[in-house]
C-alpha cells in the first residue's frame, strides 16, 4: 500500500480557476512538467522561489509513493525579446554584448544555474532537455500546425493562425482573455508586417545573416519561436496529454496559452490536467524581474555581500521562508521577513535535534496519529506548506514538553513523531540540518558586533587611528563593514 492510496491530494488548477481532486492519467504514475530558465544571465531569488516551490511539489509526490517523471527545460535558444516576436533572442543578444559564442553563454549560466539547485538542496528532475536538442521534434510539430491549417509561412518565418485556431477552439482559456480583447501590437513595429495578425505567433524565425543560432528548417535556415519548445519536448517525453504543468505566474500568457494552442493544433487535444503557477516573489514591494534590475541573486543573499540586508541567510533558512507562504500568494522578500524565518528555523531545528533524546514513557498523554494526519492533510490541501510548518511547530512544543517532563510519549508514538518529522523536514520541506554551522555564524556575528561596539567607542573617543584599525584588519580576514544612517552592519565575503 502507497501512501498515495490514503492522501487525496486537492490542486488548484489555474484553467478552471478551482481546487480540483488530483487524480492522475495512469494510477500510481505522474508525468509534470516545469519550464526551466532562459540561460541568459544568472537566476536571480526570483527564479529559484518558483523552482523550490516546484521542488516542494515534487518531493510530496515522491513521499507519497508516486512515480514521478519530472521534466524541467533548459531553453537555450529562441527567447525573443519581446513577447510580440520581435527584436533579438536574448541568448544571441547575450552574446553579441559579450563577444562570445551563444553556446558559451548558455554553457556558463546553465552552470550557474546547476550550483544554484545544489545549494538549495533541490533534487535533480528526471530529465532536463534543451531546446537546441530537439529542434527536429519542433520542425515536426510546426509542419503538422500548418498541416493542419494552423499556421502560415512568410518569408521563411512561420507564424501561429490565432484568429483561424479562434474560430474553432478558444485562445485564451488558460488565461482568460478574449481575442477581441487581446492588445493589439501597432504593425509598424519591426518584422510585424509579416504576420496575418499582430496576435498571430511566431513557430519559426527565419535567421538574420548575423544569427549565430541556426537551423535548417523546410522553409528557412532559423531557429524555432519560444513557445513550441516546450510543446515538443513536454509532449515527447510525457505523452500528448499530461497530469501537470508548472511555472511562474508570468508565463500563463502568452507562453502556456501559446503551448495549449500548439497542442491542440498540432494533436487535436489539450495537454495538460493540471496547470499550476507559482506566484512571484518581490523586493521592495516590486517583481524581481531580470528586465527591470530589481533582483537579488542567490550568492548575493548568501554571503549578504548585498545593499537590501543585514546579514548573510543560509539556503535551508531561505527554503524555509519561501514555505512559510502558500506556492500561490505573492511573497516579498524583506530583512524583517528573513529574519524571522531564520529564528522559526533554528528554533525548529533545536527541538528536532532534542529528538534523539528524548525518553519513551508507557503511555502518550500526546496524539501523535492525530498530529501526523493534520501535516498530510495541510500537504493534501494543494502544497500548503505554512500549515504544515505551523503544524511542526506543535510538534516542536511536544518535544520540548516531553524533554521537560510534563508530557508523555510511548516509544510507538516517539518512532512516529520522529519519522513523520523527518519525513516532512527534510523529503518534503528539503531542509537540511545545519544548526551547527549556524551557531558558529550567530557566535561569529556576535564577536564582529563586539568589534563594532568597540570601534564606535573608538569613535567617540576620536581614536580614528583605532577604529580604521578595526575596520582594515577585519577587512584583511574578508569581513566587510559598511556604515549606514541605521548603524554599521557587516557582510562576509
Ligand atoms: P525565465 O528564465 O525568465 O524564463 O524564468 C524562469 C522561471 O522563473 C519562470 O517559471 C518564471 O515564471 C519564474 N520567475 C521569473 N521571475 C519571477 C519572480 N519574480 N518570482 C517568481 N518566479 C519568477
Ligand atoms: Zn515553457
Same mark, same amino acid.
Given at each position: 500500500?502507497?501512501?498515495?492510496?490514503?492522501?487525496?491530494?486537492?490542486?488548484?488548477?489555474?484553467?478552471?480557476?478551482?481546487?480540483?481532486?488530483?487524480?492522475?492519467?495512469?494510477?500510481?504514475?505522474?508525468?509534470?512538467?516545469?519550464?526551466?530558465?532562459?540561460?541568459?544571465?544568472?537566476?536571480?531569488?526570483?527564479?529559484?522561489?518558483?523552482?523550490?516551490?516546484?521542488?516542494?511539489?515534487?518531493?510530496?509526490?515522491?513521499? !507519497?509513493?508516486?512515480?514521478?517523471?519530472?521534466?524541467?527545460?533548459?531553453?537555450?535558444?529562441?527567447?525573443?525579446?519581446?513577447?510580440?516576436?520581435?527584436?533579438?533572442?536574448?541568448?544571441?543578444?547575450?552574446?553579441?554584448?559579450?563577444?562570445?559564442?551563444?553556446?558559451?553563454?548558455?554553457?556558463?549560466?546553465?552552470?550557474?544555474?546547476?550550483?544554484?539547485?545544489?545549494?538549495?538542496?533541490?533534487?535533480? +528532475?528526471?530529465?532536463?532537455?534543451?531546446?537546441?536538442?530537439?529542434?527536429?521534434?519542433?520542425?515536426?510539430?510546426?509542419?503538422?500546425?500548418?498541416?493542419?491549417?494552423?499556421?502560415?509561412?512568410?518569408?521563411?518565418?512561420?507564424?501561429?493562425?490565432?484568429?483561424?485556431?479562434?474560430?474553432?477552439?478558444?485562445?485564451?482559456?488558460?488565461?482568460?482573455?478574449?481575442?477581441?480583447? !487581446?492588445?493589439?501590437?501597432?504593425?509598424?513595429?519591426?518584422?510585424?508586417?509579416?504576420?496575418?495578425?499582430?496576435?498571430?505567433?511566431?513557430?519559426?524565425?527565419?535567421?538574420?545573416?548575423?544569427?549565430?543560432?541556426?537551423?535548417?528548417?523546410?522553409?528557412?535556415?532559423?531557429?524555432?519561436?519560444?513557445?513550441?519548445?516546450?510543446?515538443?519536448?513536454?509532449? $515527447?517525453?510525457?505523452?500528448?496529454?499530461?497530469?501537470?504543468?508548472?511555472?511562474?505566474?508570468?508565463?500563463?500568457?502568452?507562453?502556456?496559452?501559446?503551448?495549449?494552442?500548439?497542442?491542440?493544433?498540432?494533436?487535436?487535444?489539450?495537454?495538460?490536467?493540471?496547470?499550476?503557477? /507559482?506566484?512571484? !516573489?518581490?523586493?521592495?514591494?516590486?517583481?524581481?524581474?531580470?528586465?527591470?534590475?530589481?533582483?537579488?541573486? +542567490?550568492?548575493?543573499?548568501?554571503?549578504?555581500?548585498?545593499?537590501?540586508?543585514? $546579514?548573510?541567510?543560509?539556503?535551508?533558512?531561505?527554503?524555509?521562508?519561501?514555505?512559510?507562504?502558500?506556492?500561490?500568494?505573492?511573497?516579498?522578500?524583506?530583512?524583517?521577513?528573513?529574519?524571522?524565518?531564520?529564528?522559526?528555523?533554528?528554533?525548529?531545528?533545536?527541538?528536532?535535534?532534542?529528538?534523539?533524546?528524548?525518553?519513551?514513557?508507557?503511555?502518550?498523554?500526546?496524539?501523535?496519529? /492525530?498530529?501526523?494526519? $493534520?501535516?498530510?492533510?495541510?500537504?493534501?490541501?494543494?502544497?500548503?506548506?505554512?500549515?504544515?510548518?505551523?503544524?511542526?511547530?506543535?510538534? /516542536?512544543?511536544?518535544?520540548?514538553?516531553?524533554?521537560?517532563?510534563?508530557?508523555?510519549?510511548?516509544?510507538?508514538?516517539?518512532?512516529?513523531?520522529?519519522?513523520?518529522?523527518?519525513?516532512?523536514?527534510?523529503?518534503?520541506?528539503?531542509?537540511?540540518?545545519?544548526?551547527?554551522?549556524?551557531?558558529?555564524?550567530?557566535?561569529?556575528?556576535?564577536?564582529?558586533?563586539?568589534?563594532?561596539?568597540?570601534?564606535?567607542?573608538?569613535?567617540?573617543?576620536?581614536?580614528?587611528?583605532?577604529?580604521?584599525?578595526?575596520?582594515?584588519?577585519?577587512?584583511?580576514?574578508?569581513?566587510?563593514?559598511?556604515?549606514? $544612517?541605521?548603524?554599521?552592519?557587516?557582510?562576509?565575503?
Amino acid at each position: 500500500m502507497q501512501l498515495y492510496q490514503s492522501n487525496q491530494i486537492k490542486v488548484y488548477n489555474s484553467l478552471t480557476g478551482q481546487k480540483e481532486i488530483f487524480k492522475p492519467i495512469n494510477e500510481g504514475h505522474i508525468g509534470m512538467y516545469v519550464c526551466g530558465p532562459t540561460v541568459y544571465s544568472n537566476v536571480h531569488l526570483g527564479n529559484v522561489r518558483t523552482f523550490m516551490s516546484f521542488d516542494m511539489v515534487f518531493r510530496y509526490l515522491k513521499h !507519497l509513493g508516486y512515480k514521478v517523471r519530472y521534466v524541467r527545460n533548459i531553453t537555450d535558444a529562441g527567447h525573443l525579446e519581446n513577447d510580440a516576436d520581435i527584436g533579438e533572442d536574448k541568448i544571441t543578444k547575450k552574446a553579441r554584448l559579450e563577444q562570445i559564442e551563444p553556446m558559451e553563454v548558455v554553457q556558463r549560466y546553465t552552470v550557474d544555474f546547476h550550483n544554484v539547485l545544489r545549494t538549495f538542496n533541490f533534487l535533480p +528532475p528526471s530529465i532536463e532537455p534543451t531546446a537546441t536538442g530537439h529542434i527536429i521534434e519542433q520542425i515536426e510539430l510546426i509542419s503538422k500546425i500548418i498541416e493542419n491549417g494552423f499556421a502560415y509561412e512568410v518569408n521563411g518565418s512561420v507564424y501561429f493562425d490565432v484568429h483561424k485556431f479562434d474560430e474553432t477552439n478558444e485562445y485564451g482559456k488558460l488565461s482568460k482573455r478574449k481575442l477581441e480583447d !487581446l492588445i493589439h501590437n501597432t504593425r509598424t513595429l519591426d518584422g510585424q508586417s509579416d504576420k496575418k495578425n499582430p496576435q498571430d505567433f511566431a513557430l519559426w524565425k527565419k535567421a538574420e545573416p548575423q544569427h549565430i543560432m541556426r537551423w535548417p528548417s523546410p522553409w528557412s535556415d532559423g531557429f524555432p519561436g519560444w513557445h513550441l519548445e516546450c510543446t515538443a519536448m513536454s509532449t $515527447k517525453y510525457l505523452g500528448k496529454q499530461f497530469d501537470i504543468h508548472g511555472g511562474g505566474m508570468d508565463l500563463k500568457f502568452p507562453h502556456h496559452e501559446c503551448e495549449i494552442a500548439q497542442n491542440e493544433a498540432a494533436i487535436g487535444v489539450s495537454p495538460v490536467n493540471y496547470w499550476m503557477h /507559482a506566484n512571484m !516573489l518581490e523586493l521592495n514591494g516590486q517583481r524581481m524581474s531580470k528586465s527591470t534590475g530589481n533582483t537579488v541573486n +542567490p550568492d548575493e543573499l548568501l554571503s549578504g555581500n548585498n545593499s537590501f540586508f543585514s $546579514k548573510a541567510y543560509s539556503p535551508s533558512v531561505i527554503r524555509f521562508f519561501n514555505a512559510q507562504s502558500s506556492y500561490r500568494s505573492v511573497l516579498d522578500l524583506t530583512d524583517d521577513g528573513l529574519l524571522a524565518s531564520e529564528k522559526g528555523f533554528y528554533r525548529l531545528m533545536d527541538a528536532v535535534n532534542l529528538l534523539d533524546d528524548l525518553k519513551a514513557s508507557s503511555a502518550s498523554s500526546i496524539d501523535v496519529s /492525530a498530529w501526523k494526519q $493534520k501535516c498530510y492533510d495541510a500537504m493534501n490541501d494543494d502544497f500548503n506548506s505554512p500549515i504544515l510548518i505551523a503544524h511542526l511547530f506543535e510538534a /516542536a512544543k511536544y518535544i520540548n514538553q516531553v524533554k521537560e517532563d510534563s508530557a508523555t510519549l510511548s516509544s510507538e508514538d516517539l518512532d512516529l513523531l520522529k519519522e513523520t518529522i523527518n519525513s516532512f523536514v527534510y523529503d518534503v520541506l528539503g531542509l537540511e540540518n545545519n544548526a551547527k554551522t549556524d551557531s558558529g555564524t550567530d557566535k561569529l556575528s556576535g564577536a564582529v558586533d563586539v568589534l563594532i561596539r568597540l570601534r564606535q567607542d573608538a569613535r567617540a573617543n576620536k581614536d580614528f587611528a583605532m577604529s580604521d584599525k578595526i575596520r582594515d584588519e577585519l577587512a584583511e580576514v574578508g569581513i566587510q563593514l559598511k556604515d549606514g $544612517k541605521d548603524g554599521t552592519t557587516f557582510s562576509v565575503n
